[in-house]
């Protein structure tokens, strides 16, 4: 499966934004989907998950109340909407995919998108 990870932008502390990301070549309810990110000079962190039909989702501490994770079987796209923003979770967002169960670990991903960058001012 190819992704494709768009939505991305510069913002203030406070704001929201939605992430998507579109999957393509690979019948999409099969997958479980995740997005990581990645700060300057950081490794790339856990963000949110959720199963193949949107029953499962899981979150990193840092962003539980702040985002949601769901998707669109019929349009092959995963979301991440993200609100209440912080300067700390400023970095590049990449969407990943696995057949299977959801999970958090990075490991377990097949398929990643490029990339999408986020920035949020003070």
């Known amino acids: 499966v190819q992704l494709q990870a768009s939505g991305g932008g510069l913002l203030q502390a406070g704001g929201s934004l939605r992430l998507s990301c579109a999957a393509s070549g690979g019948t999409f309810s099969i997958y479980s989907m995740g997005w990581f990110r990645q700060a300057p000079g950081r490794e790339r962190e856990f963000v949110a998950a959720?199963?193949?039909?949107?029953?499962?989702?899981e979150y990193a501490d840092s962003v539980k109340g702040r985002f949601t994770i769901s998707r669109d079987n019929a349009k092959n796209t995963v979301y991440l909407q993200m609100n209440s923003l912080k300067p700390e979770d400023t970095a590049v967002y990449y969407c990943?995919?696995?057949?299977?169960?959801?999970?958090?670990?990075?490991?377990?991903?097949?398929?990643w998108g490029q990339g999408t960058q986020v920035t949020v001012s003070s």
């Open positions: 959720i199963g193949r039909f949107g029953s499962n989702t």
């Open positions: 990943a995919a696995r057949t299977g169960r959801i999970t958090t670990l990075e490991t377990d991903f097949g398929s």
